[in-house]
């Protein structure tokens, strides 16, 4: 049986050959975790700033009820003063009314 053998400085080529790929592999590899990394940091700050987000909004329909309310007051206090008012007049003119038919009598 032939047994081949290889020659020492074609050996250590290959060999040489194979650490710089698996260097180059692993460089990729840290690269790789790097930016997974940065993505999940960016999800996670995305995911408080939607909260945070969603937090303003709510509190921003609350104070927009609160100024509706705030605003419908003048709007009833004006309706209860031009009734009142109306009420009055009405209320004069009728005894205007009431008070001359009983003076001619």
């Known amino acids: 049986m032939a047994e081949e053998y290889v020659r020492k400085d074609y050996f250590e ?6 650490q710089d790929e698996h260097h180059r592999i692993h460089r990729r590899l840290e690269e790789l975790e790097e930016t997974v990394k940065k993505q ?4 996670i700050a995305l995911e408080r700033m939607s909260i945070n987000l969603e937090h303003v909004v709510n509190q921003l329909e609350i104070q927009s009820q609160r100024l509706k309310k ?4 003048p709007l009833e206090t004006n309706k209860k003063v031009r009734d009142a ?3 009055t007049i009405v209320g004069g003119v009728i005894g205007a009314i ?3 038919l009983l003076t001619m009598l």
């Open 13 to 18: 080529q290959v060999i040489e050959r194979q």
């Open 85 to 87: 008012l109306i009420t």
């Open 40 to 43: 999940s940091e960016f999800t």
């Open 70 to 73: 705030l605003e419908e007051v």
């Open 98 to 100: 009431v008070a001359k």
